[in-house]
């Protein structure tokens, strides 16, 4: 079902745990359709420098936050803010159809807590 | 790598013994037993012979055993068979809301074709309320479906006190019975059903072959028509070494019965034991004492269902999950939902299903497992309070 990638991040994913202080905390997703993903970002001169997850899902659902935290980590804010669900998978080789919509939503975490350091920035 | 099969209510390894009976139905005894030739009269010597070994186990008469292709077939025949029979006396049937699909999804397309089904609700441990059962019996009531043995939590429904309110308004009473038969003592006579639905690979006999019982004088329309196989009531030629199969299934499932139910029951109980004690915040789901001897059903919060399974199955444990990643559909388990179990519980339920070859050691093997990846993966869980 899930490729070897996938399974690879499931059962070693990359940078679980939280930030104390982060510059940036997204979370998308709630308990009722079974995937909530909580990203948590340290920003240095637009650059994001540390990226953590946690998340509550499937194997899809913890593969892409793992992944995701992979591909953001030195990217600038713009550039992360450019990358997609669907590019997440792709890295992934690819997810089974059906959980395209209902667990691939670390890009959105991701967006969620950029936009979160942002919102403070300004309030700052 | 080690491996365990903990998921038996999903479908049972074929039993040597079966497969050996079988064997010669698919090399030399290979006539039709409709026909009257030397070659057919070879084969349905067998068909009638199991078709006893099958009625033998639920107290039935051979006669009214009726074989099918699955659970499923005999599910949708007691359904649209009753619905089509009777649609002189009435339209309204009445099941239960933790039904398997083969039922509430005929019940569906019932509704779409004309039938007022009520389904009725069942409490936190699973059970329903014979008062509101009772209650819900009207004039045009021609059916009440309600199953044995719950295939998720294992609930036990009382269907001898549910025949009996069947048989005080005249109410023709299906149960699907696939997860109870070879489990429990079934006896249609005691229990007082007039349709009772058994399904071959789950207790042993291959995939592709089941049987209903239909009491005698209980007026059926086939789903299949064609030929005159299973006296007008089934059409379509027989599946002769499944039926052979089914029927030594049954003969050996009868054995022992009460003997080997209570084994399980005591390695269930012990693995039930050993996830309450070492791991906090668990929720065991269904009844507490009227379950299935095999059958446990465990919430863990915090964590889903399919990331658990995924975890089992890289150790070797198969198991099952009424997560809804791992039903296709995006809704967690109707039978979780149905017993009012919080909706991130039940995306967690897990179920382990035990069968004849479970052993102390699979128990303890998976007691050995189960609390660190457990642990792991609350770690990660947001919704875990230890981790705020």
Known sequence: ?124 | MKQIYMDYNATTPLRPEVLEAMLPFYREHFGNPSSVHWAGRMVSGAVEKAREQVARLINASPAEIVFTSCGSEGDNLALKGTVEALKDKGNHIITTAVEHPAVLNTCEFLEKNGCEVTYLPVDAEGMIDLAQLEAAITEKTILISAMWGNNETGTIFPIKEIGAIARKYKVRFHTDAVQAVGKLPVDVQKAGVDLLVISGHKIGAPKGVGAIYIRRGARMVPLIHGGHQERNRRAGTHNVAGIVGLGLACELAGRHLEENAARLKALRDKLERGIVERIPEVKVNGHPTRRLPNTLNVSFAYIEGESLLLNFDMKGVAASSGSACTSGSLEPSHVMGAMGVDIALAHSSTRFSLGPDSSEEDVDYILEILPPIVARLREMSPLYPGNK
């Open chain 1, 1 to 124: 079902m899930y490729t070897e990638k996938v399974m690879d991040h499931f059962s070693n994913p990359r940078n679980v745990g939280e930030i104390e202080n982060a510059d940036g905390v997204g979370e998308v997703g709630n308990a009722s359709c079974g995937d909530i993903m909580k990203i948590f970002l340290k920003v240095e001169d637009n650059i994001i420098k540390d990226v953590k997850f946690k998340t509550f899902g499937c194997g899809a659902a913890i593969a892409t936050s793992s992944m995701v935290t992979e591909m953001a980590i030195g990217k600038t804010l713009d550039e992360a803010m450019e990358l997609t669900n669907a590019a997440v998978a792709d890295a992934l080789d690819g997810l089974p159809a059906n959980k395209m919509h209902c667990s691939n939503l670390a890009a959105d975490a991701l967006h969620e807590a950029i936009k979160n350091y942002k919102e403070k920035q300004g309030a700052g």
